[in-house]
C-alpha cells in the first residue's frame, strides 16, 4: 500500500509543479492586480473568469476524462482514441467560435459588457485555444510524459505572468514619475483589459508549443467509438457543468441580484478574498491530475479500494493541515491581496473548509467514474446545484458577498454526504469515515482559535498550529511506525 502511495505521490509531485507553482506564481500577480485595480474592475476580472469557468466545460464536454477512460479500456486503439476526441474538440470549438460570431451584440449585452466587446472576443480566443490542448495535455498524462507536460504548463504561466508585468508596470511606475506613460501599449488604458489580453497572448504560446501533438499524428475519426465516448462524456459535462455552478455561481448571481452601482465592487472583494483559498485549491488540483491516470489504471486490481481508502484518509490530512496554516497565519497571508479587499477576510474561514469539503468530494467522484455510473454525478452535482441556487438567492440580497460564501459551503457539504452515501450502496469502499470528521472538526477548532483568540501573536497561533500536528501525529502513530520500520528496513 505504501509504494502505491508513494507512486501516486510522486506523479502528484512532477504534474503538481506546474500547478502549484504555476498557481502560486500567478498568485504573485494578485497584489499587482489588486493594487492597480478598483475594486469594480478587479470584479469585472472575476466576472470575467468566472464565464470563462464555465464555458471551458462546455467546450471540452468530458472528454478528457473519457480520453483516459477507453484509453484503458481499449489498449491497442490508442491512437484512435486520440484522434476522435481531439478532432471533436476542434470540430465543435470551431462551432462554437461561429456561432458566437453571428449572435455576439446579443451575447455581449447579455453579459453586461456592451461597452467593451473586445473582452467577449478574447475571451473566446482563449476557450477555443484551451479546449483544443485539453486532449494533447491528457496524452501526456497517460504516457506519464510529466516534463513535456510541466513545461508547456509551465510557459503558459511565465509567459502570462510576463505579458502582466510587461502592460501593468508603466501604471505603477507612473506614480513615480513627474510625467504620465499613460495612456502606453495600445494608445489607451486598457485598465483590467490588460489581464485578459495578457491571457490571450499567453494561450496563444501554449497553443504553438502544444501544435506538433496536433499537427504531427495520423487522423482517425472513429465514429462508433466516438458515440461510446459521448455517451460516457456527457454526463460528466452535464455533471461539470453543474460542479462549476456549485463553485462559480456565486460570482454570477452576485453581479444580477445586487444592484448595478453596487455588484462590481462586492464582486471584486469577493474575489480577491478567495484567493486567498488558492493553497487548498493548487493541492486539490495537482492530485487530481495524478489521480485520475493513477486510479484507472490500478481499477483492476483486487485492493483498488483499499487504496482508494487509504489516499482519502491522507488527502484530507494534508487538507485539513492546510486549513489550519492559513488560518493560523492569517495576518500574514492577507498582505497578498491590496488592504482595500480586507474587509471581506472575515468570509475566510468559510472559504476554506468549503474547499476542503470540494477536495473530498473530487476524491469521492472515483466511484462513480471507476464504476461506469457517470450518470451518478449528474444527480450528486445536480443537488449540490439546486442547494447553491436557492442559498444564494435567498442570503445574497441579505448580506451580500458572505452569502455567497455561506452558500458555497453548505453545497459541498451537501454533495460530499449524498456522494458518500450513493457511492458505499453502488461501489462501496472502506473509508475511516468517523476518523475522517473527526479531524475536519479538530481542524475547525484549531483554525477558529488560532484566528480568534491569538490577537495577532504569533506564538500562540504557532502553539495551536504545533498542538494540532501534535494530535494528527497520535491518531495516526500506527501508520507512522509502519513507515519508520520501512525507511529502516531499507537503510539495512
Not at 13 to 33: E, T, W
Amino acid at each position: 500500500m505504501f509504494e502505491k502511495l508513494k507512486n501516486l505521490l510522486s506523479q502528484t509531485a512532477l504534474y503538481g509543479l506546474s500547478s502549484i507553482l504555476g498557481k502560486i506564481l500567478n498568485f504573485m500577480l494578485v497584489p499587482l492586480h489588486t493594487a492597480v485595480l478598483t475594486q469594480g474592475s478587479y470584479g469585472v476580472n472575476t466576472d470575467f473568469y468566472t464565464i470563462i469557468g464555465f464555458l471551458v466545460v462546455v467546450f471540452t464536454y468530458g472528454l478528457e476524462t473519457a480520453f483516459f477512460r477507453f484509453s484503458e479500456k481499449y489498449p491497442d486503439k490508442k491512437n484512435n482514441v486520440y484522434t476522435t476526441a481531439l478532432l471533436s474538440i476542434i470540430s465543435t470549438s470551431t462551432v462554437f467560435f461561429v456561432i458566437f460570431s453571428l449572435f455576439h451584440d446579443d451575447i455581449t449585452a447579455i453579459l453586461k459588457y456592451e461597452n467593451h466587446p473586445e473582452y467577449i472576443w478574447w475571451m473566446m480566443f482563449i476557450l477555443c485555444f484551451d479546449a483544443i490542448s485539453a486532449i494533447p495535455f491528457a496524452q501526456l498524462r497517460a504516457q506519464n510524459r510529466a516534463v513535456r507536460f510541466v513545461s508547456i504548463k509551465l510557459s503558459l504561466i511565465i509567459s502570462n505572468i510576463f505579458f502582466n508585468l510587461l502592460f501593468f508596470t508603466p501604471s505603477i511606475i507612473n506614480n513615480k514619475l513627474p510625467f504620465d506613460l499613460m495612456p502606453y501599449w495600445f494608445g489607451q488604458d486598457l485598465g483590467v483589459g490588460y489581464i485578459f489580453l495578457a491571457n490571450l497572448l499567453a494561450s496563444l504560446v501554449m497553443i504553438i508549443l502544444i501544435l506538433p501533438q496536433i499537427v504531427t499524428i495520423k487522423y482517425q475519426f472513429d465514429f462508433s467509438l466516438w458515440k461510446k465516448m459521448l455517451l460516457f462524456s456527457l454526463p460528466l459535462m452535464i455533471s461539470g457543468l453543474a460542479g462549476v455552478a456549485n463553485e462559480l455561481l456565486d460570482r454570477q448571481l452576485i453581479k444580477y441580484l445586487l444592484p448595478d452601482n453596487i455588484w462590481q465592487a462586492q464582486l471584486g472583494i469577493y474575489g480577491a478574498v478567495y484567493k486567498i483559498s488558492i493553497f487548498l485549491i493548487l493541492f486539490n488540483q495537482s492530485f487530481r491530475y495524478a489521480a485520475e491516470p493513477f486510479f484507472f489504471s490500478n481499477s483492476k486490481n483486487d485492493d483498488s479500494k483499499k487504496t482508494l481508502a487509504f489516499v482519502m484518509n491522507y488527502f484530507v490530512i494534508v487538507m485539513a493541515i492546510g486549513f489550519v496554516l492559513i488560518m493560523s497565519y492569517l495576518d500574514v497571508v492577507k498582505h497578498f491581496i491590496d488592504s482595500k479587499f480586507w474587509e471581506g477576510l472575515y468570509i475566510v474561514p468559510l472559504l476554506l473548509m468549503a474547499n476542503v469539503f470540494l477536495g473530498i468530494n473530487t476524491n469521492l467522484s472515483f466511484w462513480y467514474k471507476l464504476s461506469d455510473r457517470t450518470n451518478q454525478a449528474i444527480i450528486i452535482t445536480g443537488f449540490g446545484l439546486l442547494i447553491t441556487i436557492i442559498a444564494n438567492v435567498v442570503l445574497i440580497p441579505k448580506i451580500g458577498y458572505a452569502g455567497a460564501a455561506w452558500a458555497t459551503l453548505i453545497s459541498y457539504v451537501g454533495m460530499t454526504v449524498l456522494s458518500y452515501i450513493l457511492g458505499q450502496h453502488y461501489y462501496p469502499i472502506p473509508y475511516k469515515t468517523g476518523r475522517i470528521l473527526f479531524i475536519l472538526f479538530i481542524a475547525f477548532v484549531s483554525g477558529y482559535l488560532a484566528q480568534h483568540f491569538a490577537m495577532n501573536n504569533f506564538v500562540p497561533q504557532t502553539l495551536i498550529f504545533i498542538g494540532f500536528i501534535l494530535i494528527l501525529g497520535f491518531l495516526e502513530k500506527e501508520n507512522i511506525i509502519k513507515l519508520k520500520a520501512r525507511i529502516t528496513a531499507k537503510k539495512l
